[in-house]
């Protein structure tokens, strides 16, 4: 190793190891093992159901995490990426364009080049070179199947992913979907993964054109359990110049409560209040738990809350008077509605992914710090911001200038 590795690897090991952002694969991936192996079978395997794959969980559950490792594997494995953005405003075109440009890589005749004109006598002769997938004139089918059949032949196949499912167009998805179940109508090895959060991934699923999602592979993310996040969270410093205690560990796997998103969260606050200490204790872990509970009210409740109808948010305030789970007969008392009323309400919650049932008549909040949530909306108000910030600070431009 020379010297520049060696200060590489120091600066790496000193700095903070957790990624809490979303869209951030983390150092470890708590509680995924089970659908890595699924989804490393599958690859190798010949049962195309099980390479048709919908990822659901709510805002900072890990679905853009698990995607990309899945993405990562089929790459490991030697298959072809081509991905596909909601925001596009074509799905079928942007695959289009992007198995195009696959193709121009791997296609090994798709550039021809044809003898126009040989003379005997002269230097060189004169060539015409063709590019064959330059014109409009190819359907996207052919396209597709001459791109399946290179990857087949190379024992890999193609990858086709779509994050963000619950804003895509529906039309859109039924076209883009109609060509992945053509591919594999013709015996190509074709995988295809879609994730997004439940309430608009369930309405899509409702839907007659989306048989084939419906037909999908089902993986729901979310909490794993805190004896996991506590590994979690001490494999990460693990790797770097800082250790955590075990108390410290297991309080940051409680606090996390198992939400992937928190997992980073969390660890990152500890690695912050530790300082330059070698060790992270459990006050520095304590002293994080605040900020966490504000981010997530922040960056995952506040998105979730915001579109909510009045009764449905009084459906969860009603729920806020017990210390566990909440007897539904009670919630319909205290919201002064029909018990039969209540349960629509109940119904919609569910699937929104802000309660559970919790027992026969009994219903919970269903993601950590909900119910923090709900309590500063009764302080603030909607909407109120968690923490406005306080205190006036000199930027880099003002540092600069006083530079000499
Ligand atoms: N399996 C996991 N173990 C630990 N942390 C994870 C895991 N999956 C995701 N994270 C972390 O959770 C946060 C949210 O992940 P992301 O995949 O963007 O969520 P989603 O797409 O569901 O909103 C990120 O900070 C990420 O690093
Ligand atoms: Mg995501």
Redesign the pocket.
């Known amino acids: 190793m020379d010297q520049r590795d060696q200060r590489d690897q120091r600066d790496q090991r000193s700095t903070n190891p957790?990624?809490?952002?979303?869209?951030?694969?983390?150092i470890?991936?708590?509680?995924?093992a089970g659908a890595i192996e699924d989804f490393t079978a599958a690859l190798k395997g010949n049962v195309p159901e099980a390479r048709a794959i919908l990822?659901s969980?709510?805002?900072?559950?890990?679905?853009?995490?698990?995607?990309?490792?899945f993405k990562e594997l089929a790459l490991e494995a030697g298959w072809t990426d081509l991905r596909v953005h909601t925001s596009s405003s074509s799905l079928v075109d942007e695959l289009r364009g992007t198995a195009i440009a696959q193709l121009r890589e791997q296609d090994p005749d798709a550039e021809s080049s044809r003898l126009t004109s040989a003379r005997v006598s002269g230097t060189g002769a004169s060539r015409e070179v063709r590019q064959r997938y330059e014109g409009e004139q190819e359907p996207l089918t052919t396209v597709l199947d001459r791109l399946a059949a290179l990857t087949d032949q190379d024992g890999g196949g193609l990858l086709i992913t779509l994050?963000e499912l619950q804003s895509v167009d529906r039309d859109q998805l039924h076209a883009l979907t109609q060509h992945v179940q053509d591919l594999i109508g013709s015996g190509h090895a074709v995988a295809f993964i879609a994730?997004g959060?439940r309430p608009g991934v369930d309405a899509l699923l409702d839907h007659e054109r989306t048989t084939f999602l419906r037909r999908a592979h089902r993986i729901e993310?979310g909490s794993?359990d805190v004896g996991t996040?506590a590994e979690?969270i001490r494999m990460?410093i693990a790797d770097t110049r800082k250790s955590i205690t075990p108390e410290a560990a297991v309080l940051a796997g409680e606090i996390s409560q198992g939400?992937?998103?928190?997992?980073?969260?969390i660890g990152s606050k500890s690695w912050q209040s530790c300082g330059d200490a070698d060790t992270i204790e459990i006050e520095d872990v304590h002293g994080g738990r605040e900020a966490v509970v504000a981010a997530m009210i922040k960056n995952?409740h506040r998105p979730a809350l915001r579109g909510l109808s009045a009764r449905k948010r009084e459906y969860l305030h009603a729920m806020l008077l017990d210390e566990g789970p909440s007897s539904v007969g009670d919630i319909a008392e205290r919201m002064n509605i029909d018990p039969r009323n209540q349960s629509t309400y109940r119904e919609r919650l569910i699937e929104e992914e802000l309660i559970r049932p919790a027992g026969r008549g009994f219903v919970e909040f269903s993601l950590p710090y909900l119910a923090e949530a709900l309590r500063h909306e009764d302080r603030a108000g909607v909407g109120a911001d968690v923490e406005p910030d306080r205190g006036v600070q000199r930027s880099h431009r003002a540092r600069r200038s006083t530079r000499p």
């Not at 957790?18 to 983390?26: I, Q, V, Y």
């Not at 470890?28 to 995924?32: S, Y």
């Not at 939400?259 to 969260?265: A, G, H, R, V």
């Open positions: 957790f990624t809490p952002g979303f869209g951030l694969t983390p470890i991936l708590a509680g995924r990822i969980g709510a805002r900072g559950s890990g679905k853009t995490v698990l995607l990309t490792e994050d994730a959060v993310v794993v996040a979690a990460t939400y992937p998103y928190l997992i980073q969260l995952v």
